[in-house]
């Protein structure tokens, strides 16, 4: 009996102490009964900038250097320095980094795809680049465009040949682990509107959810049955919020206090949100996973995480938070009639924002660490086991 209880202690110790871990980093947590780890052969993201891989850049513009310097050596297709936390989530799994969906050269679309671009958001904007801010593609196009990607990636299939091996397996469709990380545009777009107030976009927040929510019974009903989803982070501590928006109250850490405000509120309604969905959908297992909380403590408590005044972006040019509206990461920038590249700082592994929204590699695998134990996720289930849909 002693050695039959040894040999499981060995054969289960990582998942103690991923649990206990776990419970240390947050007490009032309730674990799921199963300790299935799951096997997700693919993974299907949805969103925005936070989970681009390159879709923006395949459809308008490759953003150039240093975008992917710190890991790829060039760029990528991703607003940052190097992997997102969507690049981390597929190598937990040891899958490829997804391709983008709207990537035609060189994309291998085996183990998934991200339909996220730049920009987009999960209502129907009102105005699109290159005449507004927000992306074309918004959630119910990435639906769509999924929706085909399903069946035109079949008959790619069935035809055989080399495009044939590039294709999911018809059984992945179901079996995938379904990501999505969208919200903040929807938000943000209605902060730089002239004609509307903060309070306004607060009001607009339950529509966005319900929008959310239509998107996401969709996609179950095309067979996803493993949801993993993040809410949105703390914009109130963005340069570029702080930047365009000085007047705006600070809390004593910086940031923007009605900004995050908001997105708290939309946090809140998302989560109720699919507390009432996973009463609808009982064969799907949906998790809300809180990115916020880990990313507001990057802020507040940088020097634990090694990093070096948190709201001054590293790639950048002018003003107290090293941003200026208008010109991007990569750009140039004339001052004083001299053209001045607007490149990295010298160690972007010391700063939590990138390009004044999006974050460095560095604060990415930080808060992925961080959200894949389950400790921020409600129900409290690590990522290893979000296949799973029963719970205490």
Known sequence: MFLMLMEFLSRHISLFALLFTTVLLNPDVVFATTTKTCDFPAIFNFGASNSDTGGFAAAFLQPGPPQGDTYFGRPAGRFSDGRIILDFIAQNFEL???????????ANYSH???FATLSSTIRLPESVVPNGRSSPFFLGLQYLQFQQFISRSQFIREQ?????????KEEYFSRALYTFDIGQNDITVGFYDDDITIQEVHH??????????????????????????????????????????????RDCYGCATQYNEVAEYFNKKLKEALAQLRQELPLAAIAYVDIYSPKLDLFRNHEKYGFEIPLINCCGYGGKYNYTDGVACGQN????GEEIFVGSCESPSTKVIWDGTHY???????VFDLISTGAFSDPPIPLNMSCSKNFI
């Open 360 to 366: 460095t590699e560095a604060a990415n695998k930080i």
């Open 112 to 114: 998934g795809a991200s």
């Open 96 to 106: 490829p980094y997804l391709s983008a969906y709207l990537n035609s050269l060189g």
């Open 160 to 168: 055989g040949g080399l495009f044939a091996t590039l294709m999911p």
């Open 204 to 249: 607009s927040v339950p529509d966005i959810i319900k929008t959310f929510i239509v998107n996401i019974k969709l996609i179950y009903d095309l067979g996803a049955r493993s949801f993993w989803i993040h809410n949105t982070g703390p914009i109130g501590c963005l340069p570029a919020i702080l930047t365009n928006f000085p007047k705006a109250e």
């Open 333 to 336: 920038i004339k001052v004083d």
